[in-house]
Each structure stands twice: as structure tokens, then as C-alpha cells.
């Protein structure tokens, strides 16, 4: 008896278990009773509807003596990256004439390797009751194909009053429908509202991610975060930039600050802050810490009562503030950005242990994290040439009064991070400048187009892929004509031939506006005859 199935597969894939059995004895086995378990968690579809059953049986009445049969059964699995998911059989049968009743079990391990929608949910660890509270879920889709008909469901903790969300979601405010999910787009959901327990209270937020198949929204993956509710005699918030809603990008500088406060009654000595800096975009070697220390084992900012002399007596409804700075690394680790290195975290937490015995025995500390996205830009290049590979060239060069010359002018992206959205480049010819119709993309990429009563050359690219030009693929490279027969009163000078240059679109992860500007293009600036531009 066995299970035959996949021992590695991605969260929200479904499984086939294939039940095998035979009777290698040379007895009749009779009564036998199957119990087939689903691993946890597991969504099993039937009719079309998601079925509460976790387990399925059946009988056989006699397995003659080399006989043998199959069953099976078919299941989503649901869970995390590195998780175990176990199938299990157990079978009870009599054999002969024997009135002793034998058990066999089998099992099936299955662990899920991939994760195709990363989700990075931001939870306060610790909140004081009846204060406002922020929840954020970040999402993106690693895989290589677009995902459609997504839901995020969230569960939310006893006590918790919600107010308001980005974007909205439905009537309940529970539920945000995905129709479609690009290859490498992701966005946030940010829900606002208040938070009440008592201290000491575990507070828990779920969040489960499901899919429409064949009708039915089954589970596709989950996450979860807890909130312990805290005592009130510290506060500390942590923003960037003056911000709590800042986007970052690669070698961004960014100005932290970290507010703190006592917020009791009471005197307390012997206070502690630290930050926690995480993500492999933090470039450590530019960390500027203040007058805070910087512990390299940990990436760890501590401050004690010898850097912040408040520290060795703050007193009742005390504030202040501790600043450090550091800069984003200049490129992505891996080349492409993508879930490990789209976010950086810094978490602060002020403490001490010296508590009036009425209030606490133990150490008090308040803590709080701040998740800060980080924006790709797209690499632009303009290049002009007089004798392109694929156009050839015509006419003189230096250009000659009265005589037509034509250029070439290329546009390059290579995007090494997020997918971007309303991708589009465009510029202006100035007059005099002819547009000749001769255009050049790649394959199923939008053609490049002119506006006569704007004089405009646009490429309306529409969505640039993540990874772009990167790893041995191929750059986007659109390529147009254009020509001008120069005047007398333009010799000795260079003519102007293209300006107002600019990429445009909005990242799809971040949702920031991206704008690239370009240099305006003279006869001057072909790359292949430099500097040899001027009328003659």
C-alpha cells in the first residue's frame, strides 16, 4: 500500500494523491476500510464547491490473493515556503479465516518549494489600547506569467475597529479583488483603525490570499502578524524623510528619526533605545550614526544615557528624538529587484528595567517598525547616429547648406527593477525638421508614431517587464529617422533636432511616477561621428 504523489510543489498548486494497494499474500483479505487524510490545511474542491471534509474512505469487501487497485484524490495545497505538508492512509482488513484485524499506513511528505505571490504583511508588534493602528500588506507576483482572479480576505483581531483603507476595498472592509496580476506587479493595501485590549493581549491579523477555480475562491496562500498591547509609559515611532509613507530608491539617502516619549506619571532611569536595520538594500557603509552606536553583528543602532542624557532620568510626558542617516545601495544585489530586496525595515525599541515595583516587576519596552518600498528606475538611453548598422546613412555629413541629411535616433530601456506601467517616451521636433515615416521595435512592442499637429514623436510603450536587458535579454531599442536641410543663416552652427525628451510611467510595485528626462539631440551629438556636427 502506498501514496504516489509530488514531493515538491509551489503554495496554491493542485496535488493528485494516487492510492495504490494490492494483495502480495496468498490469502483473501476481506472488510478492508481506507482512510485517506488530507495534509493541513488543504482546500478540496467537489462539484465545483469547496468541501469541509478532510478525509476520505472507502471499503472493499474481499482483495483476492495478487490482486491489486488504484483511488484518487486531488487537493490545493495551501501554506508557506519551507512547509511540510503530509498526506496519510490507513487501512484495516481481516486476512483467512483469522478474527484478529490487521492496520497498515503509508504516508506522503510535500514540501512547498515556491511561492508564487510574495506577501510581506507589516504589523506593530506592540500597540497601546485604544490607539489608532495601521496594517499594510505589500504583494507581488513572482512568477513569469500573469495571475488573474485573486482575493485578499483579512481577518481581523477581536478589538479592532476599522476605519478607512488604500485602496478601498468592498463594502465589509474585509475583501480587495485582484482581477489581474502581472508578472512582476505588486501594489499595497494600508488599512486604518483602532486597536483595544488589555495589556498584555496577543492580538492576531490574518490574511489569506485566495484564487477563483472553476467558480469556487479556494486558498491560495496566507500570512499572519500579532500585536501585543503594550503598556503605556513608553512611545516610540520611527518615520524616514518625514515620512511614514516614504518610497525609497536605489541610492536614496535617507534621514531617520525616532521619536520617543515617556508617557506615565513617573520618573524612569536606565533608559535604552535601539534600531534594527534589515534588508540587503541598506548600504551599511554609509551609516551615519549619530551619536548612537552601530553594532555590526546585530545592525543594530543602540543609544544609551551616554549618547542621549535624557536616557539617565526621563521624566513624566518627556519627548524627544534621535536621528541617524544612511543611503539605499546604488543597484540591486541580484541585478533585478525582487520580494528579499524590494523592502528594507528599521524596527525601534525603547526599554528599561527600572520600573516603580507598583507598576511592573520586569522590564517595560514599547516597539515600533517601519517598512520602506523601494522604486526601480528603468535605465533610458538616447543615441544618435549618422550611419546606422540597420538604416545606412544619406546625404552629407558634416551637413552642408541645402542638402538633406538624415539621422537615425534610438531609444533604449533596460529595466532592472519592477514592472512599470504607461511606459512611454516622447519628444519634439523642433521646425525644420522632417519626420521620414522609417521606424524600427522589437517584436509585438508598440510602433513609434508622430503627431503632424504637435510635431511629437511617441512611443507608447505601455507595460515594461521587470528584467528587461538584464541577464542576457534583450534591451527594448525603438528607432526612428528623421532628416534636415540646413539654411544659409544655420552654417558655421549645429541645428537643434530633437527636444522636450522624456521617459514616463508609474511603478507598478511602489505606484511612484517615474519621469527620465534626455538631453535635446544637435547635429552635433551623433555617437558615431563625434563632435563633427556643425553646418558647412
Do not use: C
Amino acid at each position: 500500500m502506498s501514496i504516489d504523489g509530488p514531493t515538491q510543489i509551489g503554495v496554491g498548486d493542485e496535488v493528485t494523491y494516487k492510492i495504490k494497494y494490492s494483495n502480495s499474500t496468498k490469502s483473501k483479505l476481506s472488510n478492508l476500510r481506507f482512510s485517506f487524510s488530507y495534509p493541513d490545511e488543504s482546500v478540496v474542491l467537489k462539484d465545483g464547491e469547496v468541501s469541509l471534509n478532510t478525509k476520505e474512505t472507502f471499503a472493499i469487501e474481499t482483495l483476492e490473493a495478487g490482486q491489486s487497485g488504484e483511488k484518487e484524490f486531488r487537493a490545493f495545497l495551501v501554506g508557506n515556503r519551507g512547509d511540510i505538508k503530509i498526506a496519510k492512509l490507513s487501512l484495516i482488513y481481516a486476512a483467512g479465516n483469522l478474527r484478529t484485524e490487521f492496520q497498515k499506513d503509508a504516508s506522503l511528505a510535500t514540501t512547498i518549494t515556491s511561492i508564487p505571490v510574495s506577501l510581506t504583511l507589516s504589523v506593530p508588534p506592540n500597540q497601546i489600547s485604544g490607539q489608532p493602528i495601521t496594517y499594510i500588506l505589500d504583494y507581488r507576483n513572482e512568477t513569469n506569467n500573469s495571475i488573474s482572479d485573486l482575493r485578499f480576505v483579512f481577518d481581523y483581531p477581536d478589538g479592532f475597529t476599522y476605519q478607512s483603507a488604500t485602496p478601498a476595498g468592498s463594502g465589509d472592509g474585509q475583501t480587495w479583488n485582484v482581477a489581474n496580476l502581472n508578472k512582476g506587479q505588486g501594489s499595497r493595501i494600508s488599512i486604518n483603525g483602532v486597536l483595544n485590549g488589555q495589556q498584555g493581549e496577543t492580538k492576531k491579523l490574518s490574511v489569506t490570499l485566495q484564487r477563483r477555480i472553476n467558480g469556487a475562491y479556494i486558498d491560495y496562500e496566507k500570512t499572519a502578524g500579532s500585536t501585543v498591547i503594550s503598556s503605556p509609559l513608553l512611545g516610540v515611532d520611527v518615520v524616514v524623510n518625514d515620512s511614514k509613507e516614504y518610497t525609497a530608491v536605489t541610492g536614496d539617502t535617507l534621514n531617520y528619526t525616532v521619536k520617543y516619549s515617556n508617557t506615565s506619571n513617573y520618573t524612569l532611569a536606565g533608559v535604552a533605545l535601539a534600531v534594527k536595520l534589515e534588508g540587503a538594500m541598506y548600504d551599511i557603509g554609509s551609516l551615519d550614526s549619530g551619536s548612537g552606536y552601530f553594532d555590526g553583528g546585530t545592525n543594530t543602532i543602540i543609544w544609551n544615557s551616554a549618547a542621549i542624557s535624557d536616557f539617565s532620568s526621563l521624566g513624566p510626558n518627556k519627548r524627544g528624538q534621535a536621528t541617524f542617516k544612511i543611503k539605499t545601495k546604488p543597484g540591486f544585489p541580484s541585478g533585478t529587484a525582487g520580494a528579499q530586496n524590494s523592502f528594507i525595515k528599521a524596527t525601534a525599541r525603547i526599554s528599561t528595567a527600572n520600573v516603580p515595583r507598583e507598576i511592573s516587576d520586569g522590564e517595560v519596552f514599547s516597539t515600533a517598525s517601519l517598512i520602506t518600498k523601494i522604486s526601480s528606475q528603468p535605465t533610458f538611453a538616447q543615441l544618435m547616429y549618422y550611419n546606422d548598422q540597420a538604416f545606412s546613412s544619406s546625404g552629407p555629413f558634416p551637413p552642408q547648406v541645402g542638402k538633406e541629411t538624415f539621422f537615425t535616433v534610438h531609444w533604449q530601456l533596460v529595466n532592472p527593477g519592477n514592472q512599470v506601467t504607461e511606459a512611454r517616451i516622447s519628444g519634439v521636433l523642433p521646425a525644420g525638421v522632417n519626420w521620414k515615416n522609417i521606424t524600427s521595435v522589437g517584436a509585438g512592442q508598440a510602433e513609434i508614431t508622430f503627431n503632424k499637429n504637435t510635431s511629437e514623436v511617441v512611443w507608447n510603450i505601455g507595460s515594461l517587464p521587470s528584467g528587461v536587458g538584464i541577464n542576457g535579454t534583450n534591451k527594448y531599442d525603438g528607432s526612428f529617422q528623421i532628416s534636415v536641410t540646413p539654411q544659409a543663416n544655420q552654417k558655421g552652427s549645429g541645428i537643434l533636432l530633437l527636444k522636450n525628451v522624456k521617459f514616463s510611467g508609474i511603478d507598478s510595485f511602489t505606484r511612484q511616477s517615474i519621469i527620465i528626462p534626455a538631453n535635446d539631440l544637435t547635429t552635433d551629438d551623433t555617437a558615431d561621428q563625434v563632435e563633427q556636427g556643425i553646418v558647412q
